[in-house]
């Protein structure tokens, strides 16, 4: 039973454009939430984060919306760069315990 | 910014063989490491969660006398794979949480990763 999910296994965008990838949850007690990147054979990388009593959290081009009542959140990257080609993870977790991973999302930007 | 390393990055062994992945915390002190592995294009699963100066906590289906986990500082944690298999091989990545309350309460920062090639 997977608590975390991200249903897109893979997104291409083109250089510039908006990248957006979502990611859903079934556990109303996840309260805390992080998007990591991660390229092979690399250890993941965090990227932001954000908790449940905000429903938007931005740094620079990231920025995560979180949707409590659909128990969805989303990372948009504007402007994508080619450098953001990577596969991206959404981990949530209750009161900043043990986070629980989605399967992640490969981005790929195209030139 | 918190910074995780591992050692080694890559190991080969022998089937039957253990083998010590170190994970340190460098410039934070970690009261909390988590130990993931990754198989190919799939998710991290957690392994073990170990605070210092404790037992691990291992998770479900996880053989603990198999994957030997010791957090003897607020710096170090290692993972000994015991008498290694070829579905032992896969990427194994440690994380780390700092003492709360800190910037990092709730973030854990991620080692660069070990990958493991028994033979």
């Known amino acids: 039973d997977q608590q975390v999910k991200q249903n897109s296994p893979s997104l291409s965008v083109q250089e510039g454009r908006i990248s957006i990838l979502n990611c859903d949850y079934t556990?109303?007690?996840?309260?805390?939430f992080l998007w990591y990147k991660k390229y092979p054979a690399e250890g993941p990388t965090f990227l932001i984060s954000?908790?449940?009593?905000?429903d938007k959290n931005e740094d620079g081009r990231f920025t995560v919306f979180l949707n409590k009542s659909a128990k969805h959140l989303s990372l948009h990257i504007v402007p994508s760069q080619p450098g953001d080609s990577a596969v991206y993870f959404c981990?949530?977790?209750?009161?900043?315990?043990?986070?629980?991973f989605g399967p992640g999302t490969r981005l790929s930007v195209l030139p | 910014g918190a910074v995780v390393s591992q050692h080694p990055s890559w190991v080969i062994c022998k089937s039957g063989t253990s083998v010590k992945i170190e994970c340190r915390s460098l410039?934070?002190?970690?009261?909390?490491m988590f130990w993931y592995r990754q198989f190919p294009k799939q998710s991290l699963m957690l392994m073990a969660t170990?605070?210092?100066?404790?037992?691990?906590?291992?998770e479900q289906g996880v053989e603990k006398d198999k994957f030997l986990i010791n957090h003897a500082s607020l710096t170090l944690s290692t993972l000994t794979v015991t008498s290694a298999h070829p579905e032992d091989s896969s990427f194994y990545i440690c994380?780390?949480?700092?003492?709360?309350?800190?910037?990092?309460?709730?973030?854990?920062?991620f080692g660069p990763g070990t990958r493991l090639t028994v033979t």
């Open positions: 994380s780390a949480r700092g003492r709360a309350p800190t910037s990092w309460t709730y973030e854990q920062y």
């Open positions: 556990n109303s007690m996840f309260d805390y």
């Open positions: 954000i908790s449940s009593i905000k």
């Open positions: 981990a949530a977790s209750a009161g900043g315990q043990n986070f629980v």
């Open positions: 410039d934070f002190q970690a009261t909390t």
């Open positions: 170990s605070n210092e100066g404790s037992k691990a906590t291992y």
